[in-house]
């Protein structure tokens, strides 16, 4: 049985590839950080659903498998907690967040 928060991950996820890219992309390789824009959208969604600063997502994340394997990536390739507190970013995809939900 899928969780709640599993549930809200693939749904945000699948919503922010089809508004960022049209079609999947690997999570890792493409973006300004190296990970996807769908994959940062998909995260700052979270982070807006749970509501903890960024550097304490990706600690939650950090134990939770089961989410990062939705996003298709391993716990230990999380990526630094830093792009996604700089306030250009957030407000750069705050436009595309109203298509995720």
């Not at 973006?31 to 959208?41: L, P």
């Amino acid at each position: 049985m899928q969780t709640e928060l599993a549930r809200f991950t693939k749904k945000v996820m699948s919503n922010a590839q089809k508004v960022v890219v049209g079609q999947a992309a690997p999570p890792i390789n493409k973006g300004e950080t190296g990970y996807a824009d769908w994959g940062i959208i998909s995260i700052h969604a979270l982070r807006e659903y749970l509501d903890p600063p960024y550097r304490r997502l990706m600690e939650i994340l950090f134990e939770m498998p089961l989410i990062t394997s939705i996003l298709g990536l391993r716990p230990s390739a999380l990526p630094d907690f830093l792009p996604f507190a700089d306030e250009n970013r957030s407000s750069k995809w705050a436009s595309e967040e109203r298509f995720l939900l």
